[in-house]
């Protein structure tokens, strides 16, 4: 029979292989050409793509490994894509062609390495089966005669993996053949069943949704009703507090929404065999929408892991903080540096326990509900505590594991599997959500007022920052807002409101509700916390001040280039406002020093009124400063941004 081949050529991708130290560490670009042969007559006659195999899964299942586990030869690399394009049914033979383009050969010239294999050593290798023998597992599953076989779908599925518990003191082990094929799992479904590839064979895997809707490609850009579903976990540290700031900065972004926070679970770390024991993981599950390109918000997510101290010292090492992207909306696809979903996500108990957590009719892209493929897990899932308010409480309330991982950070992970929580305990507010035609991750509704569980979860991180002076005192007067008459309500009513509040956007919009009251709060100690400190140590540093019956805000400016100096009451204002930094008065006091601040701003402001001048450059008339003294005006830069502006631009 004459076969038919199908070349791929120059599929890249950035990968951690190599012999050398300083390969595994920062990585390297990987470049892959791969030509496989099959009897492509049936396909070319039907037009039928069922009757062949799709190119765009072939190269994406190339990528997954490219991306996959650190393998330290080419040859073992190329073997790894040679496995997988066996498991496309109808292949036979395959030829893979590896270069690294950017190794220093030590001489000028380049380097890659050429394999080429065929179906009998596939089956050789996968224990004398090939993709077409193996059985689907689910009744209605049927594979096609090119079934896009998923090799790391299963991959636990039926191996010794599955045999018996961890034991007491050993990190759940996976084999590393076992890790190197389940990389590029989810890429390339076709919607009939999954095989998978293991040292020990090919074994049924889990049943899949047809990826019709999903057709793996290129990755696609989101739409607000898209979620992204993020998966935290960390074990170096105080990981807790690691994983608050990094939500804080998350909330702080304009273009990201967070919507929901799952419990917080103490999970057996899963490493290589090779891997030295480490100390038991917290993981969550973070539900986000954005307007960010996912490749942005992957930067975003990395750039916070970085801030939380993680050293990329290797796959699978310790670390205070990773930020993993297991699925955003509906995509199944790889750029250069995101592959969607994550690929081994559908075998991680640390990530399928608290997502069910949050949603209980969670699905996987390609892989299936989160539900069976956590109650699939052989060897369980890895859960041995979950911290359902974590956000809340403090450590002291936390459940016993967790009190003691986070007391003694450095304690090898005990394994001892714990039943996870039914999701109705845990997600009763849910409405129970259905598929009419694709799953999907989008439409989650929200659980609870995220933005208030964050604010209280600030008084962690108030703690963390002040060293336990202002734990506490944000929410005395969150609740001071919320249950009593302040000052601040009483004035809002008779607040004058006046276009002549020079260099002063005014909050004219009545706002009432304590939440919104809440926030304003939590912007003024935010204020405290990082932009008054800062302009405190540089008072020439551009600012404006916003001046109204509930706040005060006076904010460095990125676009506007007042001085500090020249916006008449800002320095005394932030004076003051810092004295009460140190030693930090309760919230309270802060709230009442702020509101007699307003009061007495506003008092001068109703008296300077008639007296302020516009300033010079501005035909709107509305970039003034707060003050009648038409000298000081004239000190102001002439390219400073209208204050109205620089309000709509902070505000967005
Ligand atoms: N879905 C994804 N989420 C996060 N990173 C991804 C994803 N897909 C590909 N990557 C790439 O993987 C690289 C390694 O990521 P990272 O260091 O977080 O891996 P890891 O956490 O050690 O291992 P694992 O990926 O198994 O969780 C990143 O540089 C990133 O570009
Ligand atoms: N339990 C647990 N194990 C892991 C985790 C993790 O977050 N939790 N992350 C890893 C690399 O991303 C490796 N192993």
Redesign the pocket.
Known sequence: MTLDEIRIEDIEAFGYHGVFPHEREVGQRFIADVCVWLDTEAAGRQDDLDLTVNYAQLAQRVRSVLVGEPMQLLEALAQRIAIEMFTFSGIERARITLKKPDVDLGVPGKVSVTIERDRNWAEQILGGNGAEATAPKAAETQASAFSGAGVGAAALAGTGLAAGAPSAVEPVVLDPADQDVQAGEDLAEDGTANVTATSTGLTPAVAHTSDEDFPAGDIEELTTEDRVVL?F???LGDVPAHMKTALEALIDNPAINVEEVSPLML?????APDQDPQPA?L?CVVLVSTTLALGELLSFTQGLEAEAGRVRDGR?QARPL?I?MIAAGNNRGASSNLLLPHPRAWERG?VLAPWLAIDPDAYLVGAGSVKDLLADLPNGD?INSVWEDWLNEDVKDAPPEIRQRLEHPDEVAPTVPRPLPTPSETTSTFAPRTFDAAPTTASIPMRRPLRELIAQANEAQSRHRRDGQASGRAMDYFERVANEETPAKKGQASEPESDAKAGVAADSEPESDSATEAMEVKDLLDYEDDELVDTKINPGAAARTSTSLRRIVVRPTTTGAIPISEVPGALEEITSANDLLDPMPSATEIGDAVLEAEASSNEAEAGDQDEKTDHADDDSGKDKLQDGEADQEENISADAKPADDVEDAEQK
């Open positions: 998966s976990g960390g074990n999970t057996e770390p899963v490493l993981y993981n699978w990773d993993d640390f890895g």
